[in-house]
């Protein structure tokens, strides 16, 4: 599951071997009026049509993977790039949900590539935005406003049994500083999905197979 804004291209490096996975891309459906976290779940949940699958969801995405491991079981849960429970929140998305702030954001203007590089990756570097037009394809406000709402608004106290966490350690979205027991990818940023992808394919059948207890 691609990260919050970001079609499953974002995946389109990730490998594994052919003959033991098959490998399914979930894509963002627009939310229904007033649809929490946990429904929307529950209708992502049929498109799944393999029992005990693997779930991976990146950023958002991987807040939403572990509401659907929470309606089907899943063989692993693996989550790139995001949190946990909302004590891995950063203190800024914690004061917007009190404050309400981030229903001030100017979200209609998404079709500003540049503002939703920011949103969607903490990023608004100019010289990446060719490819953030590649990856961020999910524009609508509708969908945006209600993906910031359930971020800022994740209610989860603890993690969920078994999960694997992989995290960049220069992430300015989620800062490392606020994470627990990650496996941490030095000099990786919000977006290791798409350029660490090495490091994925070398060891992400290692996670799957063996979990956090093979040593990487």
Same mark, same amino acid.
């Given at each position: ?10 995946? *389109? ?40 699958? /693997? ?11 572990? *509401? ?11 989550? /790139? ?47 990446? @935005? ?5 990856? @961020? ?21 603890? *993690?969920?049994?078994? /999960?694997?966490?992989?995290? %960049? ?14 496996? /941490?990818?030095? %000099? %990786? ?19 799957? *197979? ?5 040593? @990487?």
């Amino acid at each position: 599951m691609p990260g919050m804004a970001a079609n499953p291209s974002i995946f *389109e490096h990730i490998q594994l071997p052919t003959d033991k996975y098959e490998l399914h891309w979930l894509s963002w459906k627009l939310p229904e009026k007033g649809e929490s976290l946990f429904a929307y779940a529950n209708r992502m949940v049929q498109e799944v049509k393999h029992p005990n699958p /693997v779930l991976l969801g990146v950023s958002f995405g991987g807040i939403l993977v572990q *509401e659907m491991a929470k309606v089907i079981p899943v063989k692993r849960l693996i989550i /790139v790039s995001s949190v946990k429970s909302k004590h891995e929140l950063p203190k800024k998305m914690i004061w917007a949900k009190y404050t309400k702030v981030y229903k001030l954001l100017p979200t209609g203007l998404v079709s500003n590539i540049e503002l939703l590089a920011k949103y969607a990756f903490g990023d608004a570097v100019t010289k990446r @935005l060719a490819l953030y037009e590649k990856y @961020l394809s999910v524009r609508d406000k509708k969908y945006i406003d209600w993906s910031l709402d359930c971020i800022i608004n994740w209610d989860q106290e603890k *993690e969920s049994p078994g /999960v694997i966490h992989i995290h %960049g350690d220069k992430d300015p979205v989620f800062p490392i500083q606020y994470i627990q027991n990650a496996i /941490v990818i030095k %000099g %990786g940023t919000h977006i290791i999905i798409i350029n660490k992808y090495k490091w994925f394919n070398e060891n992400l059948e290692h996670l799957i *197979e063996e979990g956090i207890e093979k040593k @990487l």
